[in-house]
């Protein structure tokens, strides 16, 4: 039995977006690549990898802020403690909201970069993602991003008829 390596499933043909890519066009790019990660590259150094988890995580916490902002001048028999200082926190809400608009890749990248290489073995990168909860890791040879593996990849790969090593 050949031990399959990471080399031997993960995906070599990347796609990458830069910091500055806003959080919609960072959707699209998730969602037309039918994908749910991609590395962060700033002028070719890896900055991080945002996942759609990441995106998600970081709308509930701007939208979150906007309801409790809000809803900070309302008490809870339901009546404004006052009224015009209602209209303002609506307006900062409603700003706050607008905020994820101008969200970027590296405001919701996790810089915490957990990675293997391609001479690894399957199995160890599939045990790597368990324990520290991952759907991607990058793969790396020395500095440089060579590829990306997903849990889709491992998944694929089995039912392929694939074993893990």
Do not use: Y
Request: one cysteine or more; aromatic letters at 2%; hydrophobic letters at 45%.
């Amino acid at each position: 039995m050949t031990i399959k390596t990471v080399a031997d499933v993960m995906t070599r043909t990347l796609v990458t977006v830069a910091p500055d890519c806003t959080v919609p066009q960072l959707e699209k790019v998730l969602t037309d690549h039918r994908i749910g990660a991609v590395p962060v590259l700033d002028h070719g150094k890896l900055g991080g990898i945002v996942s759609r988890a990441d995106v998600m995580r970081r709308i509930c916490v701007e939208r979150s802020v906007a309801e409790v902002v809000s809803a900070a001048d309302i008490d809870f028999s339901g009546f404004d403690q006052n009224p015009s200082a209602a209209v303002e926190f609506t307006e900062i809400a409603e700003l706050l909201g607008c905020r994820i608009d101008h969200l970027t890749a590296a405001d919701v990248m996790s810089t915490e970069i957990r990675s293997v290489t391609p001479d690894a073995p399957l199995a160890a990168a599939a045990k790597l993602m368990i324990a520290h909860r991952l759907h991607h890791v990058l793969v790396l040879e020395g500095d440089a991003l060579v590829g990306l593996l997903s849990s889709f990849d491992i998944v694929r790969h089995v039912a392929d008829g694939g074993d893990t090593g």
